[in-house]
Structure formats: C-alpha cells, structure tokens
C-alpha cells in the first residue's frame, strides 16, 4: 500500500492518510454508527442518528476528494480511523467543502492535521483553488484546521454558525 503521509499521533499510535477506496464503503458506514452523539453532530451540525442513503451518497459516492486516515497492520487489513473530504461547491469551480471526523478516541492528537495535510496536497494537485467550511462557532478544531490549510479570505460567524473561506493555491 502506498501512502500520501504517515505520522504519529501525540499518543504513540502509528498512523497513515490514504485516497479512499471504494472497500472502504462498509467499514466507514459501521464506522459513522460508533461514533458519539456529539461528535455526529459537531460533523453534521444536526442529530444524525443514522446515515441516510443522501448522506451516504455525497459521502461515498459523489465526486470530488476524499482521503482516511488508517490505522496500518501488516498481518491484517488497516483500521479506518477518520475522513476528510473536498467536495466541490456547485456553481463555484476551484472551490470544494472541506469536511472532516476522526474517531473519538483519537481527537485531539493530530490525526486531523495529518488527514487536513494530506487532503490539501491533494486538493492543490486537483486544481482546487479553495476550500469553504462550515461549522459550529464554537467549534474550534475544525477552525484551526481550515486557518492552517492557507490564507483565509473570509470568516464569518453568524446565529451560532462559522463559514470560513481559504485559498489553498
Ligand atoms: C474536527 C476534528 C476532525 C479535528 O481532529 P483532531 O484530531 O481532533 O484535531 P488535531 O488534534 O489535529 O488538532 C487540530 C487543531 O485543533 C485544535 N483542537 C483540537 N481539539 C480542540 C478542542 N477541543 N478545542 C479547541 N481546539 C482544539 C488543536 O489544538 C489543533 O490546533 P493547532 O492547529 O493550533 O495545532 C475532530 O475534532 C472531530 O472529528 N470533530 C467532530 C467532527 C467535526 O467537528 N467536524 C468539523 C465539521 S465538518
């Protein structure tokens, strides 16, 4: 398996970022089952308690980007441990939606700035010129993932929610 990057998360776990595949398809639908409540909702900024067959298919199945981040074994397959997607914003060619989860073991020790990295290099080699997010205001991790991906040229917080606009290029 060729990788984009791997690292090391601030715990010790050895990890990897690579192009999602098409296998990866059950084990990241089992995978949005586990995590927490709060993480779905900080993902979707809605109560998610499934995924529906709309969620699934701009997930899985529409174009644009989309990298994982893996737990690599050599005896075994790797373990999927967190997504990133750029999906491209209709009407706006060169600008693509930046999404992102991590399991909720792993928050909060580098498993998102590997998946950002990865998914930005990526992102650059696609033509895409910028990436928009939308989060909760006070969601800061996905903030401070989207300011470190380049210049941000728009950051706007209105009724609880944060749209922030970067070009990447
Ligand atoms: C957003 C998410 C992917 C970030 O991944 P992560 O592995 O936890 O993040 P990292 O450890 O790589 O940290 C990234 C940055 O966020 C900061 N950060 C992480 N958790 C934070 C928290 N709870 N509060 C404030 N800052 C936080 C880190 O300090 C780091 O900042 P830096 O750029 O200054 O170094 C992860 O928290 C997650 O899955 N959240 C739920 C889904 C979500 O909110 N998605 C975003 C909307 S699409």
Redesign the pocket.
Known sequence: MTYLSEGVLSHGLRVAVRPMSPDDRAELQAGFQQLSED?KY??FMCSKPRLTSADAHLLFDCEGLAVVLVWPRTSCDDVVL?IAHAIPVPGQPGTAEF????ADE????????LLTDALVQQARLEGIEYLT?Y?FAS????A??LA?AGEVIEDRIEAGAREMKVRIS
């Open positions: 993480t900080r993902r967190g999404c992102v989860v991590v792993i928050q909060g020790r580098g498993a998102g700035h997010g989060m969601n800061k991790a996905p401070r993932l470190g």
